[in-house]
């Protein structure tokens, strides 16, 4: 049996902050892994980051480029002061970077954060820039998490992340259903200069239904295409937020309406993946929102779903953290990253670009 020590740093679209987590891997001859959590951390952003990085898309090639390095030097210390934290040893370091652009219908996306800067802290390799291979591919570059979740969790659940977006997995089939955090925060930070988030959900809870709001949020026509598909910011900017701001200006019933929205999409997408009747674990921020989980137990109960309450807090928030560990072992090892029944590419690929320490004299797994 072999035995890594990989480090994954995942910020969402979110941009609620960034996740660490180191974990132990273990692997049999035929691939079959198991792994345990040896440290995590959540780090969140400062507002010149959000600031920078909410509007990088934006600006300037000049900006563009110094944000990339910035970044890549800013992720670099803070995963070099997390080994020093928790005293680690890592085998290798897996990054997903921050997601600027993800439009692969044009054949591109862009995770920023350097690779080669932010490796001149460590003292093994570094993995980043998981997805633009895949889209090379004819790919959508995402949903990456199922191939974590087929190896390292079990096989007959249902797996919904509740993020910037919703992402949903059944075997080898995922696709994002929906906009999440990243338009709850969105409203909340728009009407409230005092708070970032709606807290446990409350805010949703005390409005009402805008059915016209939600009909007309019904009808965009990422809702009605197959999957394989994915979700960006350029999206929501452009589609999702125009009708939200031609609707009710009480931002508690726009709340209301969008978790009600959010919960009958994820409801849809398990009809789409002939999952009925199957536990389903839930994860990423969204998970503590009382009110949205409360209106997904509602929604998906007609299909006879449960939703396994068993995982821990630390991998509630940190599973797609510790996905990306993953991925990171798995192309340092030259084996794929990616499933084409989920990405739509023309082939499983590693999908990753190797970075070696400054120092040299380093062999890859």
């Given at each position: ?16 902050g ?9 692997e ?44 890549g ?11 020093e ?26 995770q920023?954060g ?28 995402a ?43 969105y409203?909340?930070k ?20 805008d ?42 019933k ?6 009600v ?78 499933l ?7 082939m ?18």
């Amino acid at each position: 049996m072999k035995q890594y020590q990989g480090i994954g740093l995942l910020s969402g679209t979110s941009m609620d902050g960034l996740d660490i987590v180191c974990c132990s891997f273990s692997e049999k001859e035929n691939e079959e892994y198991s792994f345990e959590i040896v440290a995590s951390q959540h780090l969140p952003f400062e507002e010149k980051w959000l600031a920078r990085l909410k509007y990088v898309m934006s600006q300037n090639a000049e900006t563009y480029a110094k944000t990339d390095v910035y970044f890549g030097h800013w992720l670099g210390q803070q995963v070099k002061a997390f080994i020093e934290k928790y005293k680690l040893t890592p085998d290798y370091v897996a990054s997903h970077g921050q997601t600027i652009f993800h439009q692969p219908h044009k054949s591109f996306t862009a995770q920023i954060g350097d690779g080669e800067s932010m490796v001149s802290y460590l003292n093994c390799p570094l993995v980043s820039n998981f997805r633009n291979k895949d889209v090379a591919l004819k790919g959508q570059g995402a949903p990456l998490v199922a191939l974590g979740e087929k190896y390292l969790f079990p096989s007959d659940h249902i797996y919904l992340n509740l993020g910037g977006f919703s992402n949903i997995t059944f075997g080898e089939r995922a696709f994002d259903v929906s906009p999440c955090n990243i338009v709850l925060n969105y409203i909340v930070k728009e009407f409230l200069e005092d708070q970032d988030f709606d807290d446990g959900g409350k805010l949703a809870a005390s409005g009402s239904l805008d059915a016209e709001l939600l009909a007309a949020l019904n009808e965009l026509p990422y809702y009605h295409q197959k999957f394989p598909k994915t979700l960006g910011w350029e999206w929501v900017r452009d589609e999702f937020l125009p009708i939200l701001a031609d609707k009710s200006p009480e931002f508690t019933k726009t709340l209301h309406t969008l978790v009600v929205h959010i919960a009958q999409h994820i409801a849809q997408a398990v009809v789409e993946l002939e999952a009925h009747n199957k536990p389903m674990f839930i994860t990423g921020g969204g998970r503590h929102n009382t009110f949205l989980l409360e209106k997904i137990t509602e929604a998906v109960a007609p299909y006879r779903v449960s939703i396994d309450r068993s995982l821990s807090d630390e991998m509630v928030d940190f599973k797609e953290a510790i996905i990306f560990a993953f991925l990171g072992l798995r192309v340092l090892t030259g084996k794929a990253t990616t499933l084409p029944s989920t990405t739509g590419a023309s082939m499983a690929a590693p999908c990753g670009s190797i970075h070696l320490p400054a120092h040299g004299g380093y062999a890859i797994l």
